[in-house]
Every structure is written in C-alpha cells, then in structure tokens.
C-alpha cells in the first residue's frame, strides 16, 4: 500500500506539470505513455512473437502513433486522426498480406485495435487542453475518472451488497458504482461552480460539468472493466510492472483512456 500512495503521489505531480505545460511537453509524453501502452496490448493480447524483439505488425503500430501525434500536433484537429488510423489500419493489414502466413488474422486485428485503443484515445487528453477558452480546465477532467475509482472502491467496501459484474470483476458493486459516480457529478458541480465563478463567469457551467462528469463517469468504470476483461481473457494480472504498486499504464490509464475522447466530444458540443 505504502508504494501505491508514493507512486500515486508522483504521478500526480507528474499529472500536474504536464497539463499545467501542454504544447510540445504535454504531446510529447502522451506520445511516451502511448507507446508503452501499445506495447503492453499488444503482449497482452497475443501480437508479439516471443523471441524477437520488435515484429512486422508491431513495428507499423509504432510508426502509426508517431504519425498519429505528428499530425495531431501540425495541424490541432481531430479530424486527421481518421489519415493515421487508415494509414495504421492499412499498412498492417499489407505487413499481413505479403507475410502470410507469417502472422494469425487474428494478430493483425489486435494491432490496431491496440493502436486505437491506447494511443488515439489517450491522445484526445492534448485535443482538449489545446480547446479555445476552456481547454486549459477541461483536460483536468479526464481524471475524474480516478475519482470515480476511488469513491466506488470506498462505497463498495461501506455500503457495497449487489454485484456489479460478477464474472468479470467480483469485488465490484453496484453501491460502488452509484458513489463513484456522485463523486464524479459532484466533483464536476464544483468545478464547474469555481470556473464560472472565477474565471469564465458562465453559470451554465455548473450543469455542463455535472453533466459531462456523470458520463464520464460511466464510461470510466465500462473502461475500467474492459481492461479487466482482455486481463481475464488472456490470464494476466497486469498489463506491465513500470508503475510501482499499480501495475502497468493500461493498469493506470485504463478508465481515463476511455473518457478522453468523450469528454472532447461534449466539451465540443455542449461548451
């Protein structure tokens, strides 16, 4: 316990440099995390070839989220993100094809999934924070998703009786889900109340955070899940050992990977 309290702290320290940074810093380590996290998937679920160290399709993976962050800082739209996606999508499938039948279909389809997973989405935490206006807060809103963690594990263990998901993830109730989702909306009320308050002078700001906080909320814990699953599918505890006491990135990064482009996609229309 004691390690998991010291690497959270420097994580949030970290956390806190980072965004309070953006620009190039902030696009640079995404583009770090985003390649440890593509390499974690993609040994979770079976794409490296034991023995050698970088194979076909995962190295096209690689050079796929390069683009992927060179486009996304050049030209600061979302909207390119379907060239790096095509661009990864169709040059592993060629890495595929002329190979054959050097790796499984089923290879090939982890790879980009993995690449779409991890490092598009996680990318979406630079869309926000460079965002007209608002973007400088809403990229701490991601996060919440931790929050949400924290108050359903705290609510499951006081008031927890009903399971949420069983098969997948016996220790998590259906209590839990509810406080950490009120953690998440009341969080958002008070961000949205110092916002408006302080900054913006907007008082609808208050309901538009609760708001995007409440589905935030449930896709981070949907997120949270989804990781357990491909774990459980592919009989591993974590993703990677590189955060003490927490396990890998995807471990870490699970449910704010989920939430970052849907935070991006309501801030986008609501604000």
């Known amino acids: 316990m004691k390690t998991r309290v010291i690497s959270g702290v420097v994580i949030a320290i970290l956390l806190l440099v980072v965004l309070l940074s953006g620009g190039y810093v902030m696009a640079g380590v995404l583009m770090l995390l985003s390649f440890v996290a593509y390499n974690e998937l993609i040994r979770a679920c079976g ?100 929050i949400c963690d924290t108050f359903a594990y705290l609510s499951g263990m006081a008031f927890g009786k009903h399971k949420l998901a069983p098969v997948l993830s016996p220790k998590k109730t259906i209590e839990g889900s509810i406080g950490g989702t009120l953690a998440s909306v009341i969080t958002g009320g008070i961000f949205g109340y110092i916002l408006s308050t302080n900054m913006v002078h907007n008082n609808n700001l208050i309901w538009v955070f609760m708001i995007i906080t409440f589905v935030a909320a449930i896709v981070s814990q949907i997120g949270d899940l989804a990781a357990s699953g491909i774990k459980r599918d592919h009989g591993i505890k974590d993703y990677g050992n590189i955060i003490p006491g927490h396990g890998g990135i995807m471990d870490r990064f699970d449910s704010v990977i989920f939430v970052a482009p849907m935070i991006y996609g309501l801030a986008v229309i609501m604000l």
């Open 47 to 146: 794409v490296h070839t034991e023995g050698v160290k970088v194979n076909g399709l995962e190295l096209m993976g690689y050079i796929g989220i390069a683009l992927h962050y060179f486009l996304m800082v050049i030209y600061k739209d979302a909207k390119v993100f379907i060239i790096s996606v095509m661009f990864t999508f169709f040059v592993v499938m060629g890495v595929y094809v002329l190979t054959f039948p050097k790796y499984k279909a089923q290879q090939a389809i982890a790879a980009v999934f993995s690449f779409v997973y991890a490092p598009v989405m996680l990318s979406f935490i630079y869309m926000l924070r460079i965002m007209d206006d608002y973007g400088r807060f809403i990229c701490w809103i991601p996060f919440v998703a931790w």
